[in-house]
């Protein structure tokens, strides 16, 4: 018998409650893209953490939760193990058989912090000069994401924060700067799925778009810059501090600690 389609977590390893709202895994249709629609499955779960930091996956289980064949999973976590989310778990040594698999890679901090450095010279660019062309973000952006937050929905919640950031870039004028946040999208997709478990962070975020938005539309390029710093800059220390200091050389757990306490609860 397979395991149910997905798993709740009431605490991280990091201190961060983790609450009924993350997502779970669901059966996937098969189509000539069914290797990325597994890849994106994958990332949704470990970006909202239904899939943890330190978690052992393997390819059998993931396949049954996905009803698919074990060849896209296997093709799917070479590409995560290739892009950093997974990473070769230790060998598991059991009764009748040898088992090495794959777990989630741990989240650090040094990483996180990086890429919000990233994330946030770019944010800072778009919205100046898309107050330069006074520049109107489409209602429908804030109102998915109103709603994504009342039904609790991470996955939903991550999206819509991604469709607001996105639509600061086209309105930019600029195509680079959609495409260079592309380059790290994933990883600030993580990052976003980490920040909005808290519910200090998830709370306001929306209040503050609308800020962001509605300075971009007067012209006010600088106030807009201004929101957005605050806005990153808030995530980005809250986050690092939950998973320690980087410049004081902290960080998330240590691989080897999540291997000892994930294997100290498997069976």
């Known amino acids: 018998m397979g ?13 961060i409650r983790f609450t009924d709202m993350t997502a779970l895994l669901h059966r996937i249709e098969t189509s000539p893209d069914l290797v990325e629609q597994v890849y994106r499955a994958l990332l949704d779960a470990i970006s909202t953490g239904a899939l943890q930091p330190g978690q052992r996956v393997m390819q059998e289980e993931l ?20 892009d950093g989310f997974v990473l070769d778990a230790p060998l598991l040594t059991g009764a009748t058989q040898r088992t090495r698999g794959l777990l989630v ?9 990086q ?28 109102a998915n994401g109103h709603a994504a937050q009342e039904r609790g929905d991470v996955k939903a919640m991550i999206d819509a924060d991604m469709a607001f950031h996105t639509a600061i870039y086209r309105a930019a004028g600029n195509p680079f700067i959609e495409q260079s946040a592309q380059l790290h999208w ?45 806005h ?22 240590g691989t080897d600690q999540l291997r000892g306490r994930r294997r100290q609860q498997l069976p």
């Open 3 to 15: 395991r149910p389609a997905g798993v709740c977590f009431a605490n991280s390893v990091y201190g």
């Open 63 to 82: 396949a049954d939760q996905l009803a698919v064949s074990r060849q896209p999973v296997m093709q799917a976590l070479r590409l995560l193990k290739k």
């Open 105 to 113: 890679s741990p989240l650090d901090a040094q990483q996180i912090a």
């Open 115 to 142: 890429v919000y450095e990233v994330r946030e010279a770019l944010d800072q660019l778009a919205v100046r000069l898309a107050a330069a062309r006074r520049a109107h973000i489409d209602p429908t952006v804030f």
């Open 186 to 230: 994933n990883h600030i997709r993580r990052a976003m799925g980490l920040a909005l478990q808290s519910d200090d962070l998830r709370k306001p975020v929306w209040d503050e778009h609308q800020a962001i938005a509605a300075a971009i539309a007067k012209g006010d390029g600088e106030r807009a810059a201004r929101i957005m710093a605050e």
């Open 232 to 253: 990153t800059g808030k995530a980005a220390q809250a986050l690092t501090d939950q998973l320690g200091d980087p410049a004081d050389g902290g960080g998330a757990p």
